[in-house]
């Protein structure tokens, strides 16, 4: 049993600045990767960034030299730096922890750019 906690999220101008924390609490033994995911409205859920226990990080392609994910073991909590935020952000943002069988979802934290 994994229990997954987002926060962060909130209003911000375009150009600005937020960062998303999601704290993992339960069996963190079995995770193996964690991710932020997102969904704006009228939109399929995507992946927006991930990363490996061991420290391997993927983005999207629209993410890509704007937002950093990171994680801290210790902590058992991955973030999302989002840097020079752009309205198409604007989203629903979801953390993910991939386990062997299955995945575990957060409730989401919303994050609305405003041009």
């Known amino acids: 049993q994994v229990q997954l906690v987002e926060s962060g999220g909130g209003l911000v101008q375009a150009g600005g600045s937020l960062r998303l924390s999601c704290a993992a609490s339960?069996?963190?033994?079995?995770?193996?990767?964690m991710g932020w995911f997102r969904q704006a409205p009228g939109k399929q859920r995507e992946l927006v960034a991930g990363?490996?226990?061991?420290?391997?990080?993927n983005y999207a392609d629209s993410v890509k030299g704007r937002f950093t994910i990171s994680g801290d073991n210790a902590r058992n909590t991955v973030y999302l730096q989002m840097n020079s935020l752009k309205p198409e952000d604007t989203a629903v943002y979801y953390c993910?922890?991939?386990?062997?069988?299955?995945?575990?979802w957060g409730r989401g934290t919303q994050v609305t750019v405003s041009s």
């Open positions: 990363i490996t226990r061991n420290g391997k990080t």
């Open positions: 339960g069996s963190i033994a079995g995770i193996n990767a």
């Open positions: 993910n922890a991939e386990l062997l069988k299955n995945d575990c």
